[in-house]
Every structure is written in structure tokens, then in C-alpha cells.
């Protein structure tokens, strides 16, 4: 079993930023990938970004050049540094950790005011 607990949403201003966090524990295998995801209401769950263990990174074409996804695999820990943020951008932020199985966290709420 893997745990995930993410943390860092809230309410911002367009324009703003906010860098969220997703530590994992539990079975953690060296070789995986994490992801974050985003829901917004009426919508299916989207990838916005992952990362490998050896840092190759995918994103969203709607928020590259504006999100950077990072990981400390020593800390089990992977982050989403969120700039110029838009309305658009609001939604749950989900964890993911795929290795095998998926596992998701509870998901961080992150409000992006006009």
C-alpha cells in the first residue's frame, strides 16, 4: 500500500502562485512515477503534469511554461510550483503514484479568483 498526502491548495488571485505538495509513504518502490491531476467541477480528471524517478517530466499543454512539476526522492515527495495562475486553473489537485498500481490522494483544493 502506498499513502499519499497532499497539502499547499487555497485561494489565490489570477496571477498569483501556489506550490503544492504530495508526500508518499508505505510500499515505495525506487522506480515510479507521480503525477498530479485536477478535477474541476462538470469535468473529467485531467493530467496536469508527472514526473519519472529519473526526472523526465510531462505536461498539460494548458499549463506549460506556467507549472513545474519536482521531485526529492529521498523525501518521497513530488511538487507543483503553480504560477500565473488563471481561473481556468481551479480545481481539485489529486496526488498520483503509479508503480504496478495507482494510488491517489485526497485531493487539495486550489480556488483561482478573477
Known amino acids: 500500500q502506498v499513502q499519499l498526502v497532499e497539502s499547499g491548495g487555497g485561494l489565490v488571485q489570477a496571477g498569483g502562485s501556489l506550490r503544492l505538495s504530495c508526500a508518499a509513504s508505505?510500499?515505495?518502490?525506487?522506480?515510479?512515477?507521480m503525477g498530479w491531476y485536477r478535477q474541476a467541477p462538470g469535468k473529467q480528471r485531467e493530467l496536469v503534469a508527472d514526473?519519472?524517478?529519473?526526472?523526465?517530466?510531462n505536461y498539460a499543454d494548458s499549463v506549460k511554461g506556467r507549472f513545474t512539476i519536482s521531485r526529492d526522492n529521498a523525501k518521497n515527495t513530488v511538487y507543483l510550483q503553480m504560477n500565473s495562475l488563471k481561473p481556468e486553473d481551479t480545481a481539485v489537485y489529486y496526488c498520483?503514484?503509479?508503480?504496478?498500481?495507482?494510488?491517489w490522494g485526497q485531493g487539495t483544493q486550489v480556488t483561482v479568483s478573477s
Open positions: 508505505g510500499n515505495i518502490l525506487s522506480i515510479n512515477r
Open positions: 514526473i519519472t524517478s529519473v526526472g523526465s517530466t
Open positions: 498520483n503514484y503509479e508503480r504496478f498500481r495507482t494510488y
